[in-house]
Every structure is written in C-alpha cells, then in structure tokens.
T-cell receptor, first 116, second 110 residues
Framework: SAVISQKPSRDICQRGTSLTIQCQVDSQVTMMFWYRQQPGQSLTLIATANQGSEATYESGFVIDKFPISRPNLTFSTLTVSNMSPEDSSIYLC?????????????FGPGTRLTVL | SQQGEEDPQALSIQEGENATMNCSYKTSINNLQWYRQNSGRGLVHLILIRSNEREKHSGRLRVTLDTSKKSSSLLITASRAADTASYFCATRSNDYKLSFGAGTTVTVRA
C-alpha cells in the first residue's frame, strides 16, 4: 500500500490567483495521478504525472491551466492557475505502487479549494 | 471520462441491515476497485477485484463481478453508523487510468 499526504488540506483563494498543491507518497511509486472532484460529483482524471517527463493531460485539461511537476518518485505538485469560481473543487492526488495492471491505486486526503 | 454508472444514487438503511450497491460499466476491464469517501474527504481503498475473479470478500464487504453483464456489486453486511459515506466503483482497462462511477451515498441510521 501507499500512504499519501497532501498540502494544503483546504484553501480559500481569490479569483485570478494560483495555488500549488503538494503531494507526498511514503514510498517510491512509478505512477502518480491528479484528479478533480467538483461539488457533488464523481472524480475526473486531470493528468498522469510522469517522473522525468511532462505530465500527460486528459481531454479538457491543459498544461497552462494545471501545470504539474514530478521531480522524483515520491513527490508531485499540481498548480491551479488563474483561478475562477468554477475551479472550486476537491483535488486529489493518487499513486499506484508497482506497475502491475492489478495493483491498487491509493488516494491522498484531498485539497478542498474554494475560489471567491 | 466516466465509464461506470452506479445505482442506487442514494441508500438509507437501519444499523445492522445490509447495504447493496451496483456498478455497471461499458468497456472491457482488467480490474474494478471500490472506494469509500467520507464527507468529501479522500478516498479509502476498499477492495480490488480482477477481471478473472467472480467474488471477493474483505471483512464485512463482499464484491461480485460479472464481466458478461459488465456489472459489479458491493455488499456491506451488518452495517454500522461508521459506514455512512459515499461509495465509488472505478474501472481500469489497459492504460492504468481509473474511470469512476457517479457514486452511491449510503446513510446508516442508528
């Protein structure tokens, strides 16, 4: 398994500003992911954070809006840029220890973002 | 994109009763995972069932998978107030990405 922590746990931000969310895993993992959960909704994958290369973004998400860093095998950051109220969501970091297709994927506690 | 659909959307049961929720999906999968989320917090991994498995147990949880019907069910037996949460199924195909269902909100009444 993997224990994942995120900082901050919540924040209230002003429109037009940016917020960087940090994700730390207690062990080295190949695969890390960032998800968004809008109020009352399910989870949507934003991107796969690749160590040593650019993140891979899902349809509807772009690097300029959600830049991601993955400097090593235990850490990643997601920045929400030029925020608007529509960005108010829970942002969750996820990691999969091992590369097997049957390996479990674990989640951090989430960052609850409110944009005013 | 969301592949899974869950039903019911919401479920209210008395403590001690069993809770059953279902998940259907559209494409072939390698595995299906169930998660619990309390009050908009992080997701807790409950159980993973492989595509070649039909049933799996973990404590008071029982998961079934029917790949011919592209559906799965999660049964929580002898429910407790602490089981009050949202439950999500997530499917994985060959690309390591998880696609989540809409979730079932379970309320266990004391």
């Amino acid at each position: 398994s993997a224990v994942i922590s995120q900082k901050p746990s919540r924040d209230i931000c002003q429109r037009g500003t940016s917020l960087t969310i940090q994700c730390q895993v207690d062990s080295q993992v190949t695969m890390m992911f960032w998800y968004r959960q809008q109020p009352g909704q399910s989870l949507t994958l934003i991107a796969t954070a690749n160590q040593g290369s650019e993140a891979t973004y899902e349809s509807g998400f772009v690097i300029d809006k959600f830049p991601i860093s993955r400097p090593n095998l235990t850490f990643s950051t997601l920045t929400v840029s030029n925020m608007s109220p529509e960005d108010s969501s829970i942002y969750l970091c996820s990691a999969q220890p091992g590369q097997g297709i049957y390996n479990e994927q674990f989640f951090g506690p989430g960052t609850r973002l409110t944009v005013l | 994109s969301q592949q899974g659909e869950e039903d019911p959307q919401a479920l209210s049961i008395q403590e001690g009763e069993n809770a059953t929720m279902n998940c259907s999906y559209k494409t072939s999968i390698n595995n299906l995972q169930w998660y619990r989320q309390n009050s908009g917090r992080g997701l807790v991994h409950l159980i993973l069932i492989r595509s070649n498995e039909r049933e799996k147990h973990s404590g008071r949880l029982r998961v079934t998978l029917d790949t011919s019907k592209k559906s799965s069910s999660l049964l929580i037996t002898a429910s407790r107030a602490a089981d009050t949460a949202s439950y999500f199924c997530a499917t994985r195909s060959n690309d390591y990405k998880l696609s989540f269902g809409a979730g079932t909100t379970v309320t266990v009444r004391a």
